[in-house]
């Protein structure tokens, strides 16, 4: 690919926020088969099963079956899913991303009251509430995000809810706005590092995401968890992964994952390299020697793989108990008292 084409995916409208920066060029890894530790064997267990039926028939997008996770038996069949809001359409054009870009039809604000009733029939333990960008709102659809906390509270108390936002370019009574709606976990992924960031995440800042983070750690009350999410093998090197990791633990970020670029299609990023077992398992010990309460670093780890056993660790680990979401789904879980027991 020549070095002046732009790394932005054929078809898609592009933004004066995106700067046309020269995509890498292809390597060995981009065209080759992918290794043996990135194969998954489906297994069909009983709950994926009913969820997968409940699915068919809710107005939503899972990113779970959209962007073909390879976890989604394992995280289903442990009641956990992830939700896409905002649309199909993405204001921002990450070279990386799955998700469409383009600009988006309509506001559904109906639909945190839908996703909401999905969790309550999913009977979920821990859904994670992802979206697109919307630059065309004014609060980049932050109210989306706090709507869809509260109401899945109200229908289901016993479900933890973590959140997956933009960077609402910075506007920080948005970002107030969901951590005032209190979700059990606020994520917003670096992703890359800092030479990388432009080419990597055009529209956003490297500076904005690490700001966004630390004034979430700093409005969330304790029990309250931040997170981030890096990808390896888009060309970063191993000592700037390792300087992003001490970024976000200065800005008290404490759950991470750390995660293999797969690339979805010859026209977007691409991949530069498949990172072996034994460099996932090095950052992982790394990242918890910097402090950080709980890691999941692996090829096939997605930002909200083991979401909820992550928080529920990471409670446990600080606090000396579990958070109140689990307790409420552990309490509903035991069995009722007959006249004769109680």
Not at 103 to 118: M, N, Q, S
Request: charge should be negative; glycine fraction near 8%.
């Amino acid at each position: 690919m020549p070095d002046s084409e732009p790394i932005i995916p054929p078809g898609v409208r592009t933004l004066s926020v995106l700067p046309r920066t020269p995509a890498p060029p292809p390597t060995e890894a981009t065209f080759a088969r992918k290794p043996s530790w990135l194969k998954v064997r489906a297994s069909y267990g009983p709950n994926y099963r009913e969820l997968k039926g409940l699915m068919r028939g809710a107005e939503l997008h899972t990113v779970c079956e959209e962007a073909g996770c390879p976890n989604i038996f394992e995280c289903w069949e442990a009641r956990e899913a992830t939700f896409l809001i905002g649309g199909e359409h993405c204001t921002r054009a990450c070279p990386f991303c799955q998700i469409a870009s383009g600009k988006p039809e309509g506001y559904d604000t109906d639909e945190p009251r839908r996703v909401a009733h999905a969790v309550a029939r999913m009977g979920l333990n821990f859904a994670v509430i992802t979206g697109v960008a919307r630059d065309d709102l004014d609060d980049g659809g932050a109210w989306l995000f706090a709507e869809s906390v509260r109401q899945v509270r109200e229908l289901l108390p016993t479900c933890g809810v973590e959140v997956l936002i933009p960077d609402f370019h910075g506007k920080a009574e948005a970002l107030r706005q969901v951590t005032d709606a209190l979700p059990d976990v606020l994520g917003h992924n670096l992703e890359t590092v800092p030479r990388l960031y432009k080419r990597i995440r055009p529209g956003f800042t490297y500076a904005g995401s690490l700001e966004l983070l630390a004034r979430a750690r700093a409005w969330l009350p304790a029990g309250h968890a931040t997170k981030s999410n890096l990808i390896l093998g888009m060309g970063e090197e191993r000592a700037e992964v390792e300087e992003t990791m001490r970024h976000l633990r200065e800005v008290g970020v404490e759950l991470l994952t750390i995660t293999q670029y797969l690339q979805p299609s010859r026209q977007h990023l691409n991949l530069q390299r498949f990172v072996e077992p034994r460099e996932f398992e090095e950052l992982g010990q790394l990242a918890l020697s910097l402090g950080f309460t709980h890691v999941e670093s692996g090829a096939l780890v997605r930002s909200s793989y083991h979401a909820g056993q992550m928080h529920r660790a990471a409670h446990l680990k600080q606090h000396g108990t579990l958070p109140r979401w689990a307790l409420a789904a552990d309490a509903s879980a035991l069995p009722t008292p007959t006249a004769a027991e109680a």
